[in-house]
């Protein structure tokens, strides 16, 4: 098991940014690819964007790509999503999630079994 700390949300007006960061401990977190999720008011969960192991590979969502930027430091144990030129439609608790196994597909949510507590993003127009 993993446990996993969100933190870095906050009030952003639209055209803004914010680094979201997320601390992990219990499990050699270096060794995943890992992803973050985000769920908006009365809608379901949905990929955001996720990251190999070493980095070396992104995948981001169309409605982020060009805007977000997800990165790790290995050695820290955390993992980032850098987010700018923010929308009203981005406005929503993130999540980052941690996989079941390796080589999981990136953008199903089933296939993550440990999840942090969230940070809530709330960007005003």
């Known amino acids: 098991q993993v446990q996993l700390v969100e933190s870095g949300g906050g009030l952003v007006q639209a055209g803004g940014s914010l680094r979201l960061s997320c601390a992990a401990s219990?499990?050699?977190?270096?060794?995943?690819?890992m992803a973050w999720f985000r769920q908006a008011p009365g809608k379901e969960r949905e990929f955001v964007s996720a990251?190999?192991?070493?980095?070396?590979?992104?995948w981001y969502a169309d409605s982020v790509k060009g805007r977000f930027t997800i990165s790790r430091d290995n050695a820290k144990n955390t993992l980032y999503l850098q987010m700018n030129n923010l929308k009203p439609e981005d406005t929503a608790v993130y999540y980052c999630?941690?996989?079941?196994?390796?080589?999981?597909?990136?953008?199903?949510?089933?296939?993550?079994?440990?999840w942090g507590q969230g940070t809530q993003v709330t960007v005003s127009s």
């Open positions: 990251i190999s192991w070493s980095g070396g590979t992104t």
């Open positions: 219990g499990r050699t977190f270096s060794a995943y690819q």
């Open positions: 999630a941690f996989p079941k196994r390796y080589g999981v597909n990136y953008d199903r949510e089933s296939e993550y079994v440990d």
